[in-house]
């Protein structure tokens, strides 16, 4: 699976961006997508996870409430809807693909990565 992130942007605190990541190369719809941020000088975090199905959701505790994940398997893609950012937002943002409903905030259980898109929230 080839993951394409985008969406990223400059962003003052308060406001929204959605980000995007689109899939290709095997069946979107088999696969569990994610979303993962980095800031800088820290680890990879887990932001949200949704099934291949939709139907289920899973979210961080920090980011529960601000964060909505969503996808379209007709679009193969992914989003990610993020309000009421803050500048400890601020990161670059990674889509993740596995195949498996399992554990969900290790970066190590996901196969597929994109490139990541750059979240900066100003004060």
């Known amino acids: 699976v080839q993951l394409q992130a985008c969406g990223g942007g400059l962003v003052q605190a308060g406001g929204s961006l959605r980000l995007s990541c689109t899939a290709s190369?095997?069946?979107?719809?088999?696969?569990?997508m994610a979303w993962f941020r980095q800031a800088p000088g820290k680890e990879r975090e887990c932001v949200a996870v949704?099934?291949?199905?939709?139907?289920?959701?899973f979210y961080a505790d920090s980011k529960k409430g601000r964060f909505t994940i969503s996808r379209d398997n007709a679009k193969n893609t992914v989003y990610l809807q993020m309000n009421s950012l803050k500048p400890e937002d601020t990161a670059v943002y990674y889509c993740?693909?596995?195949?498996?409903?399992?554990?969900?905030?290790?970066?190590?259980?996901?196969?597929?990565w994109g490139q990541g898109t750059l979240v900066t929230v100003s004060s």
């Open positions: 993740a693909s596995q195949l498996l409903w399992k554990r969900l905030s290790s970066t190590t259980a996901y196969e597929y």
């Open positions: 190369g095997r069946t979107f719809s088999n696969y569990v």
């Open positions: 949704i099934s291949a199905s939709g139907s289920s959701t």
